[in-house]
T-cell receptor
Framework: AQTVTQSQPEMSVQEAETVTLSCTYDTSESDYYLFWYKQPPSRQMILVIR??????QNATENRFSVNFQKAAKSFSLKISDSQLGDAAMYFCALIRGAGGTSYGKLTFGQGTILTVHP | DTGVSQDPRHKITKRGQNVTFRCDPISEHNRLYWYRQTLGQGPEFLTY????????KSRLLSDRFSAERPKGSFSTLEIQRTEQGDSAMYLCASSRSRGGVAEAFFGQGTRLTVV
């Protein structure tokens, strides 16, 4: 079984500042993908960033970057230069697989509500 | 292709009635997921299909819930004899199992209210 845990129910940040959202996971697999999804209020879930477990280099997408610590089973999301539009619920998720192939179900954490103050 | 489409967007039903939701995935995606999400919580896995085969169903899912994906295209999720506890957002997502990056694309969801 695989589990994903987000221990921060809520976080807040000032506009233009940096915030880090935490995620830990547990899986017996060595190959898997990790994702951060964003769900704005009353809007659909969209992908923010992905990481393949076999890649040591941390993924980066513009203002979003991750700190992937495979041994510690930790996958945190850093949002730099926060914007009002970043306010949303953020979910960490995991699925088994590698090299463009995935297996089984996509498992989500409980989510972290991010508030951005102007 | 405009993405994952779910219908209806909202459904209000009386307790005890049956409801059916539809999901149309992205056309080249062979994998389709159903999740349930209550306010302020993460998506709870219900079931998933690869092509037309239902590969896994949550043990938390009662016998009142059934899903189908005939011909590996659209999928339906039926809830029989609805209860107030079934009130939630029902999310559908689709992905490729091969040749992609395993990312799941989500629909806008169907919000069910049981009164």
């Amino acid at each position: 079984a695989q589990t994903v845990t987000q221990s921060q129910p809520e976080m807040s940040v000032q506009e233009a500042e940096t915030v880090t959202l935490s995620c830990t996971y547990d899986t017996s697999e060595s190959d898997y993908y990790l994702f951060w999804y964003k769900q704005p209020p009353s809007r659909q879930m969209i992908l923010v960033i992905r990481q393949e477990a076999y890649k040591q280099q941390n993924a980066t997408e513009n203002r979003f970057s991750v700190n992937f610590q495979k041994a510690a089973k930790s996958f945190s999301l850093k949002i730099s230069d926060s914007q009002l539009g970043d306010a949303a619920m953020y979910f960490c998720a995991l699925i088994r697989g590698a090299g463009g192939t995935s297996y089984g179900k996509l498992t989500f954490g409980q989510g972290t509500i991010l508030t951005v103050h102007p | 292709d405009t993405g994952v489409s779910q219908d209806p967007r909202h459904k209000i039903t009386k307790r005890g009635q049956n409801v059916t939701f539809r999901c149309d995935p992205i056309s080249e995606h062979n994998r389709l997921y159903w999740y349930r999400q209550t306010l302020g919580q993460g998506p709870e896995f219900l079931t998933y299909f690869q092509n037309e085969a239902q590969l896994e169903k949550s043990r938390l899912l009662s016998d009142r819930f059934s899903a189908e994906r005939p011909k590996g295209s659209f999928s339906t999720l039926e809830i029989q004899r609805t209860e107030q506890g079934d009130s939630a957002m029902y999310l559908c997502a689709s992905s490729r199992s091969r040749g992609g990056v395993a990312e799941a694309f989500f629909g806008q969801g169907t919000r069910l209210t049981v009164v």
